[in-house]
């Protein structure tokens, strides 16, 4: 018996991923000492206030929303699109410096990758894979 996601409960699970990523940037650097925070605002904005990071920034924040718009309308390459976010973030973070964060903001960006894997992983070889294949349906 071969299981099968439908499309709704697909986009559950991607909506869920966004909440993810909005309680990692909602959490609160009020954990971290003040001088560790102010030194970690300091950096990003050194970071991306260059061409190279402001270009990291456009392409990780662009293909995130592309990749994300894609897997809920299910568009063929979308997960692609949705890897290549995850692919560029990790490719850029040695140039981006350091940073720190509480253990929320950490927990929450580590549920967001993990299931950003699994929704990879579901949409191009597992339970979510018909739903990227084929024509359209009119009635999706």
Same mark, same amino acid.
């Given at each position: 018996?071969?299981?099968?996601?439908?499309?709704?409960?697909?986009?559950?699970?991607?909506?869920? *991923?966004?909440?993810?990523?909005?309680?990692?940037?909602?959490?609160?650097?009020?954990?971290?000492?003040?001088?560790?925070?102010?030194?970690?605002?300091?950096?990003?904005?050194?970071?991306?206030?260059?061409?190279?990071?402001?270009?990291?920034?456009?392409?990780?924040?662009?293909?995130?929303?592309?990749?994300?718009?894609?897997?809920?309308?299910?568009?063929?390459?979308?997960?692609?699109?949705?890897?290549?976010?995850?692919?560029?973030?990790?490719?850029?973070?040695?140039?981006?410096? *350091?940073?720190?964060?509480?253990? *929320?903001?950490?927990?929450?960006?580590?549920?967001?990758?993990?299931?950003?894997?699994?929704?990879?992983?579901?949409?191009?070889?597992?339970?979510?894979?018909?739903?990227?294949?084929?024509?359209?349906?009119?009635?999706?």
């Amino acid at each position: 018996m071969e299981v099968q996601v439908s499309r709704t409960q697909f986009r559950w699970l991607l909506v869920f *991923w966004l909440a993810l990523i909005v309680g990692r940037l909602a959490s609160p650097s009020t954990q971290l000492p003040s001088d560790v925070n102010a030194a970690t605002h300091a950096a990003a904005a050194e970071t991306f206030s260059t061409a190279a990071g402001k270009a990291y920034f456009v392409a990780v924040v662009g293909l995130s929303v592309a990749g994300f718009v894609g897997m809920l309308r299910t568009w063929r390459f979308a997960p692609h699109v949705f890897l290549a976010a995850y692919v560029v973030e990790f490719a850029g973070m040695p140039l981006a410096g *350091w940073y720190a964060a509480t253990g *929320w903001q950490v927990m929450f960006e580590g549920l967001a990758g993990v299931l950003a894997g699994a929704l990879f992983v579901a949409a191009v070889f597992g339970p979510a894979k018909q739903l990227f294949e084929g024509p359209r349906n009119a009635a999706a």
